[in-house]
């Protein structure tokens, strides 16, 4: 969750976003705070799951997934073609092309990294460049912060951009993998 809210937080500052000092001192005590709360708030969460928490989950879950991605960017992309709205088949596409570069430089560094999976070994720094493992960058992750940062950029709504970088890309954020 804190690499969440770091990621939000420097998405702001660097965006330009932030008005002031002020925004940025309240950025990073909000990121102070929900470091100190993250493993007792996770903990929390999984202690009171219920089958409505579950089922929210649910629709969720699939954030980074390449059919949900590239369903959004390529939906918008369509939109914008069917609907002749120019504006709209630009976003999309710029939308979709920021899918596409985060992909392939996240196989990219998969390929070159070689990095296997924590449960496969003991050791967190055996590295294997151009081997079969290739556990990192998290492809769902990456996918996931590119259509939040994407959307983020069109939408220019800093709640919207709040919900975009706050929703987990995968089932392992909510106690299910």
């Not at 939308?95 to 003991?122: E, F, H, M």
């Not at 998290?138 to 259509?147: C, I, P, R, V």
Request: proline content about 5%; hydrophobic content about 45%.
């Amino acid at each position: 969750m804190k690499c969440v809210w770091l990621a939000l937080a420097l998405h702001i500052l660097i965006s330009g976003r932030a008005e002031g000092q002020r925004d940025a001192v309240l950025i990073v005590g909000v990121i102070g705070a929900a470091t100190l709360a993250d493993r007792g708030l996770n903990g929390w969460i999984q202690d009171h799951r219920s089958s409505g928490s579950d089922a929210v989950a649910r629709v969720f879950r699939n954030g980074g997934q390449p059919e949900v991605v590239f369903g959004i960017g390529g939906g918008m992309l369509a939109a914008g073609v069917i609907s002749g709205r120019p504006a709209l088949r630009r976003r999309g596409g710029r939308v979709l092309a920021s899918l596409v570069v985060a992909g392939l430089t996240s196989t990219a560094i998969k390929k070159l990294t070689g990095r296997q999976r924590p449960v496969a070994t003991t050791d967190p720094f055996l590295f294997k460049p151009f081997s079969s493992h290739e556990s990192f960058p998290s492809g769902h992750a990456t996918m996931a912060f590119a259509l939040a940062t994407s959307l983020s950029h069109e939408i220019h709504n800093r709640w919207a951009t709040a919900a975009l970088y706050s929703t987990p890309s995968r089932p392992e954020l909510h106690g299910h993998g």
